[in-house]
Every structure is written in C-alpha cells, then in structure tokens.
C-alpha cells in the first residue's frame, strides 16, 4: 500500500511569491492534515481537510489556506511569502478524524529568499 | 493553551545504554496521546496511547501513560545506533477540535 506522497521535495521561492504544495493521502485515507515544522516551534498544526471540508485550522495567518479534493488529495496554498515561512511542511493523512494514528509523508522543504 | 513538554530536549548515549522519554501535556479534551521516531523528514508512528496503565510495546520499545498525572513515558532498551532520532510525542484533542498538538521533540543521539 503506498503511503503519503507530497511534492514537490524541495522548493525555493522569493519573498513576496505565492506557493502551492500537494499531498496524496494513503488510498481510502479521507483525512488530511498539515503541519509546519521549524527548529524553533517544532511541529505546529495548520489545518486538517476530511471529505472536502475544512475541519479545524491552526493559529496561522489567513496567507495560508488549503483545500481538498474528492479523491482526498490535499493542496496548501502560501500567498504573499515571507522569509519566516522557511520550513519543512509535512502533511498526514488518517482514515477518519478519531482515534486513529496519523501517517506522516516525507515533506516538502521550503526555502523563502 | 495546549501544551506538550518533552524531557529532556537531547540526550546522548552509548550502545546498550536504557533510555527514558517523558511527555506531559495540558491539552483539553484529551483523545489520545501518540509517539512518533523522526530520522530525517517523515515521523513515523509508534505507539498510541488512550488508556492509563496500559504499557503498549514493540520490541524494545514500549510506552505508558498516566491520565491522572497527564504525562507518558517512552522506554528504550538496549539502545543501538539505529535508534539515534528525534522522538516526538503529540497529544490529540477531541470534542469537535480535533487535531495533533506535538511537543518540540526529544533528540536522541546513540553512540557505539
């Protein structure tokens, strides 16, 4: 079974551009969540998607928004970058919001210039 | 506010050496508590916990959680190199807010 695949790896963009990341949750998996990862606050929740639908939203600025797609791929969307929005962006993906855990893809690593 | 605080931030050890990982969170509405082994990018899942007392293992890992006093530890024995990672411990919330709140991670170095 394939697990969560995010692309793209790596990416560099100039401050003031706009980004667009995609995760493909694990087949039959219909919640996703993503997470920003920096060394100063670890690994902090942006939001989680479950049949299209927003569920919950982290404490993050309107800048980044997301959505998700009915065959459960995700997309994260960063407008207007910033320098201090270089991170490692993971996105997880579980069969249901519950008691279920959640399985991480490897991340893209996002580099503002 | 949730919170997750991991002990110690780093630890280094030598091969064969026991570790001991402790979590404690202050999180509403406590669903679950989760640990995760981060190598390079992607954690990977390890263990989750919902019941006090209950020690969940694999191998030479294994965990336990106390409700009543809001924390887990995570026990690693006989370590090896392999074992050298971040280990992160993540709290999820339920009660229609569901989400992982994660502790800044305990980094773990094994030496032969």
């Not at chain 1, 994260?76 to 490692?88: C, I, K, P, Q, R």
Request: charged fraction near 20%; include cysteine.
């Amino acid at each position: 079974k394939a697990g969560v695949t995010q692309t793209p790896r790596y990416l560099i963009k100039t401050r003031g551009q706009q980004v667009t990341l995609s995760c493909s949750p694990i087949s039959g998996h219909r919640s996703v969540s993503w997470y920003q990862q920096t060394p100063g606050q670890g690994l902090q929740f942006l939001f989680e998607y479950f049949s299209e639908t927003q569920r919950n939203k982290g404490n993050f600025p309107g800048r980044f928004s997301g959505r998700q797609f009915s065959n459960s791929r995700s997309e994260m969307n960063v407008s207007t970058l910033e320098l201090g929005d270089s991170a490692l962006y993971l996105c997880a993906s579980r069969s249901y919001i519950g008691d279920t855990e959640a399985f991480f893809g490897q991340g893209t690593r996002l580099t503002v210039v | 506010e949730d919170k997750v605080v991991q002990s110690p931030l780093s630890l280094v050890v030598h091969e064969g050496d026991t570790v001991t990982l402790n979590c404690s969170y202050e999180v509403t509405n406590f669903r679950s508590l989760l640990w995760y082994k981060q190598e390079k990018k992607a954690p990977t899942f390890l263990f989750m916990l919902t019941s006090s007392g209950i020690e969940k293992k694999s191998g030479r890992l294994s965990s336990i959680l106390d409700k009543k006093e809001l924390f887990s530890i995570l026990n690693i024995t006989a370590t090896q190199t392999g074992d050298s990672a971040v280990y992160l411990c993540a709290v999820e919330r339920g009660g229609g807010s569901e989400k992982l709140v994660f502790g800044k991670g305990t980094k773990l170095t094994v030496n032969p």
